[in-house]
């Protein structure tokens, strides 16, 4: 089946700071998820970005499909951004699969 | 519009025993996904409900089965419980096969 993995693994950042979390995937897929896992447990839709860019305040995603990978990047980050973050692909059979996630701790 | 919700939250087994997860979809989404997630790991899917047919199965022995119901609410069944079944247990909707997901909060089994 498809591989996905996520770097980097930890991530540790001071408030304020920007960061880039990247996603690679071992095949052609139709479509791309990004998701935040609260301490809660609860994941929460980010992307939905099979190509191409998007942004949504502080947030935004770019995936090059033809290279295999994706990108999240967070600005100015805030303490409320700690969590992990998942990137979830899609191939043919419409069911995601996930990498294992970036643990991401913004300090304040 | 409400989200995707699970029951219980938190549930305690002993081994060999059996249990059932719940899970009610978001209204309108007629495709729900149950998926595992152990302590560290990203979620793995178990299996996948479509208009209350399977339509999909993840690398998950029998003793794991569901149930989707006419009105898209469904359930996990988890036989024979081991010590490895304990984990976060993630239920997923979404209005059509090839949209994107809703998740809920998730039941947490402890298998003891």
């Known amino acids: 089946g498809i591989q996905v993995e996520q770097s980097p693994p930890d991530l540790i950042l001071q408030e304020g700071a920007n960061s880039t979390l990247r996603c690679n995937f071992s095949?052609?897929?139709?479509?791309l998820q990004w998701f935040h896992q609260n301490p809660w447990g609860q994941l929460i839709n980010l992307f939905y970005?099979?190509?191409g860019t998007k942004q949504n305040g502080r947030l935004s995603a770019t995936t090059v499909a033809t290279e295999r990978y994706s990108l999240l990047y967070i600005s100015s980050s805030q303490t409320t951004d700690s969590g992990v973050y998942f990137c979830?692909?899609?191939?043919?059979?419409?069911?995601?699969?996930f990498g294992r996630g970036t643990s991401l701790i913004v300090h304040p | 519009e409400t989200g995707v919700t699970q029951s219980p939250t938190h549930l305690i087994k002993t081994r060999g025993q059996q249990v059932t997860l719940r899970c009610s979809s978001q209204?309108?989404?007629?495709?729900v996904s149950w998926y595992q997630q152990a302590l560290g790991q990203g979620p793995q899917f178990i299996f996948q409900?479509?208009?209350?047919?399977?339509?999909g199965r993840g690398n998950f022995p029998p003793r794991f089965s569901g149930l989707q119901f006419p009105n898209y609410s469904s359930e996990l069944n988890v036989n024979a419980l081991e010590l490895d079944d304990s984990a976060l247990y993630l239920c997923?909707?979404?209005?059509?096969?090839?949209?994107?997901?809703?998740f809920g909060s998730g039941t947490r089994l402890t298998v003891v």
């Open positions: 095949d052609s897929v139709n479509n």
């Open positions: 997923a909707s979404s209005l059509a096969v090839q949209n994107g997901y809703t």
């Open positions: 409900y479509y208009r209350e047919e399977e339509n």
């Open positions: 970005i099979p190509s």
């Open positions: 979830a692909v899609e191939r043919g059979s419409y069911i995601p699969t």
């Open positions: 209204s309108g989404h007629n495709t």
